[in-house]
């Protein structure tokens, strides 16, 4: 193609398809410094606190950047491997099976919200390679204006500085496909055969969000009610449904994970399991606070047994449907 443009032409790439796999984020090291910034990053974005930045800055850098980053990086050091975070090589190796499947027709990168890969990085590369048409997929089964709103103002920000914009399309919430909730079914149910006993209660842990959230019309905790409900008659069990991960003073959905735990073993349940549908990864969230800190606090209030059934991550159950998901979005492109 540029053998046919004059010579002090600008050189103008082959045209690519485009797929950008788009998680969370993570520290670069289970360290403080490596958290305080990452931390930093994710706790100024105005869609993930909706405090209003005179008011909020000074207690997160006043107060927070003081005193949690040693906490959490405590907190990852338990979950971090050779490879490094969990959610970082498990959406890299999602973005490897994902390019392997798709062939030379789809140049396929992975990217973080918070860290790195960035989103700019990784759409200026896209582009850069000659992908004019690039589909952006955040990994969030359910939609949050503070995980899949977040990445996509990232990406327009980003295509807001370009002169030669790519066509553009992206995932949408996909928490009552079928297919998704085939694979959760699926995973579920081949993590509780191989279970050496049977729960007496199974427990869906969604990440939190404050209620104001919903009541703003925010959408994710009714994603999350169907996701659950879904899965229930499929399955034919009754979930117990509960979010995790509260922060700071403000009323959060309810039921908090930990305080059903706590009651499920009250109410003399001494058997259960716990799994997060929500995290398309395994991460923090899942292996330190529910895998860990969760069975402590189910033993500790007289539990025997408790089971944490890994996320869809990049297991061939997990790929088909993302693969399935995803050649629907590109259909016509590819």
């Not at 200026?124 to 103002?153: E, F, H, W």
């Not at 922060?247 to 003399?268: C, M, N, S, V």
């Amino acid at each position: 193609m540029n053998a046919h443009l004059p010579r002090e032409h600008p050189p103008v790439p082959h045209s690519k398809v485009g797929l950008l796999l788009v998680n969370l984020g993570t520290p670069e090291a289970a360290e403080p410094k490596a958290v305080k910034k990452y931390l930093k990053e994710f706790l100024s974005d105005k869609r993930v606190v909706e405090i209003p930045a005179l008011i909020w800055q000074p207690i997160l850098r006043g107060i927070i950047l003081n005193t949690r980053p040693k906490k959490s990086a405590a907190a990852y050091a338990k979950v971090w491997t050779d490879k490094g975070s969990p959610l970082a090589f498990y959406t890299a190796a999602q973005a490897d099976k994902m390019a392997a499947i798709l062939g030379d027709k789809v140049m396929v990168k992975y990217a973080m919200r918070y860290g790195n890969p960035s989103i700019a990085d990784q759409l200026s590369a896209m582009k850069a390679a000659g992908c004019n048409r690039i589909l952006i997929a955040p990994l969030y089964p359910q939609y949050s204006g503070a995980t899949t709103g977040t990445v996509l103002d990232k990406a327009y920000e980003t295509l807001s500085k370009m002169r030669w914009h790519p066509a553009l399309r992206t995932l949408p919430p996909y928490h009552d496909d079928e297919a998704y909730i085939n694979a959760l079914q699926q995973s579920v149910q081949h993590g509780l055969e191989k279970l050496n006993y049977t729960p007496d209660a199974v427990i869906i842990s969604f990440h939190g969000m404050p209620e104001r959230t919903l009541q703003l019309g925010d959408p994710y905790h009714c994603h999350c009610q169907k996701t659950a409900r879904l899965l229930s008659e499929k399955m034919g069990i009754k979930f117990e449904v509960s979010f995790q991960s509260r922060f700071g003073r403000a009323k959060w959905l309810e039921p908090a994970t930990d305080a059903t735990i706590e009651k499920l073993a009250q109410e003399g349940k001494k058997n259960i399991a716990i799994f997060a549908p929500g995290f398309s990864v395994d991460c923090l969230e899942t292996l330190e606070e529910l895998a860990i800190a969760g069975q402590e606090q189910f033993l500790e209030a007289g539990g025997e047994k408790f089971a944490y059934l890994p996320c869809l991550n990049d297991s061939d159950i997990g790929m088909e449907m993302l693969v399935k998901l995803l050649r629907r979005e590109l259909s016509g492109w590819i």
